[in-house]
T-cell receptor, first 114, second 115 residues
Framework: KAGVTQTPRYLIKTRGQQVTLSCSPI?????VSWYQQTPGQGLQFLFE???????NKGNFPGRFSGRQFSNSRSEMNVSTLELGDSALYLC?????????????FGEGSRLTVL | AQSVTQLDSQVPVFEEAPVELRCNYS??????LFWYVQYPNQGLQLLLK??????LVESINGFEAEFNKSQTSFHLRKPSVHISDTAEYFC?????????????FGTGTLLAVQP
């Protein structure tokens, strides 16, 4: 059974640019969550999508957005990049039931903003 | 809002010694608790979880954690660690009683096992 796949694994952007990150969940999983991991702030929840609908959102500015497609694949987009957006972006998938289950994380997309 | 405190940023320990990684959370009516482990250059993996029932939960690789409601704690323990246990460990709590998969993570504890 394939795990959670995130692409690209590494990328470098400059301030002001935008970036799109992709996440393919485990087959059969309907929930996809996104987290930002930085040395200073740790792991912070960005948003969760379930059956193409945003089910929850963290405290991030509107520059951070996401979506989920009918096949459960998800993308997140960051516009007008700032230096502070440099981070490891982790995607996690789960079955998405009414009680929190096991989150399966991908290896992440490491974004560097210059 | 929920919060999670991991007091120890790093715990050095010798191989085969016991270890305890501490985790405290803010009180809530209904709480679900998790420990995740992150090996170098990898994503997080669920180690164990408390949803309900027995307050002592165990993982397949010898770790255990005990939910203590009165002390709002969920400490992680292992009686004898191995070099391969070297990793960062994150305690997490469900922020909304399980309605979604939003988790609040602690800042992590680096377990450094020395030979």
């Amino acid at each position: 059974k394939a795990g959670v796949t995130q692409t690209p694994r590494y990328l470098i952007k400059t301030r002001g640019q935008q970036v799109t990150l992709s996440c393919s969940p485990i087959s059969g999983h309907r929930s996809v969550s996104w987290y930002q991991q930085t040395p200073g702030q740790g792991l912070q929840f960005l948003f969760e999508y379930f059956s193409e609908t945003q089910r929850n959102k963290g405290n991030f500015p509107g520059r951070f957005s996401g979506r989920q497609f009918s096949n459960s694949r998800s993308e997140m987009n960051v516009s007008t990049l700032e230096l502070g957006d440099s981070a490891l972006y982790l995607c996690a998938s789960s079955l998405g039931g009414t009680t929190p289950g096991e989150l399966f994380f991908g290896e992440g997309s490491r974004l560097t903003v210059l | 809002a929920q919060s999670v405190t991991q007091l120890d940023s790093q715990v050095p320990v010798f191989e085969e010694a016991p270890v305890e990684l501490r985790c405290n959370y803010s009180s809530s009516v209904s709480v679900y608790l998790f420990w995740y482990v992150q090996y170098p250059n990898q994503g997080l993996q669920l180690l164990l979880k408390y949803l309900s029932g027995s307050t002592l939960v165990e993982s397949i690789n010898g770790f255990e954690a005990e939910f203590n409601k009165s002390q709002t704690s969920f400490h992680l323990r292992k009686p004898s660690v191995h070099i391969s246990d070297t990793a960062e460990y994150f305690c997490a709590v469900s922020d909304d009683g399980g309605a979604t998969n939003k988790l609040i993570f602690g800042t992590g504890t680096l377990l450094a096992v020395q030979p």
